[in-house]
């Protein structure tokens, strides 16, 4: 087999072949977003919605690339209110009220595809349905800037100015990332910035756009105890959503768009 293809900067251009294969598994994660969406209520614990990942990975033939990845010890990372990123399934049971962050990775046939997504439990204050709107758009804003020759950081970029301008903050201890071949692969994404800077987009480039922004400070807390779970300083909410996306030839293809969850794409992405 012929050797895969790196940028100088080390990022892979996937050939056909792996582009299908990361298609799939991120089609995959997609679909299983959509499964556990359902099962998102008050009374339910994080433990049982990572039972049923576990079980839907599988039986599509997949395995959740989260479980001991570094010593991880679930299949999915599911993040509660103040919990940015990287919560381990538990006990915890979901209250109505919460907002709560799916993040699935299934590794099918090699291949990796990776999205969050975060969902209400029950009624919501108006003040977390900002957020997460808000945290959704950003997500776009970002995904704007995927097409062949626009520089890495002009992504970062639109979504601080986006965020900000909101009156909200956003994670700079956390990034995107390539992916496909590997969980995290180069390039490192940004999602803050200056413009224009860093690697130039290239047809064939995969890479993730998460995210994670706050209510309060963008400042973070990693637990030492469990090694994990990413809080935020003031105890104040955080959203998060996640796309795998290729870079073609005239822009872009969201590997992890489905529509019954995202609804329709924003007709400002370049086809
Ligand atoms: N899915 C996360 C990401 O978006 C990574 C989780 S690593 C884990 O990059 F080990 F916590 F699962
Ligand atoms: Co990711
Ligand atoms: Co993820």
Redesign the pocket.
């Given at each position: 087999m012929a050797r895969t293809k790196k940028t100088r900067s080390g990022i892979y251009i996937k050939n056909a072949e792996q582009i299908e294969g990361i298609r799939k598994s991120s089609a995959l994660a997609s679909k299983t977003l959509v499964y556990l969406k359902d099962f998102i209520k008050p009374g339910v614990t994080t433990n049982s919605i990572d039972e049923l990942c576990y079980e839907f990975t599988l039986d599509h033939g997949a395995v959740p690339?989260?479980l001991g990845?570094?010593g991880?010890p679930k299949s999915?990372?599911i993040s509660v209110n103040d919990v940015i990123?990287?919560g381990i399934p538990s006990e915890r049971v979901l209250q109505e009220g919460d907002i709560v962050n799916l993040?699935?990775?299934p590794i099918l046939d090699g291949y990796f595809g990776?999205t969050?997504y975060t969902f209400p439990c029950g009624e919501i204050s108006e003040e977390n349905e900002k957020l997460i709107q808000t945290t959704f758009d950003a997500t776009f804003k970002g995904i704007e800037q995927v097409f062949p020759g626009n520089r890495l950081s002009n992504i970062g970029f639109k979504i601080q100015k986006f965020v900000e301008k909101k009156g909200y903050s956003v994670v700079r201890d956390y990034t995107g990332?390539g992916v496909g071949i590997e969980?995290?692969e180069a390039p490192t994404v940004l999602h803050y910035g200056r413009p224009n800077r860093g690697e130039k987009l290239m047809p064939g480039m995969i890479f993730?756009i998460?995210p994670m922004v706050n209510l309060g400070k963008y400042k973070t807390i990693l637990d030492e105890s469990d090694g994990?779970t990413v809080t935020t300083v003031d105890g104040k909410n955080s959203a998060q959503f996640?796309h795998t996306m290729l870079v073609t030839e005239t822009g872009v293809e969201v590997l992890t768009h489905n529509e019954e969850l995202w609804g329709k794409l924003p007709d400002t992405l370049k086809k």
């Open positions: 690339a989260p990845y570094h991880f999915l990372c990123c990287h993040d699935v990775t990776d969050n990332h969980f995290h993730t998460e994990w996640e």
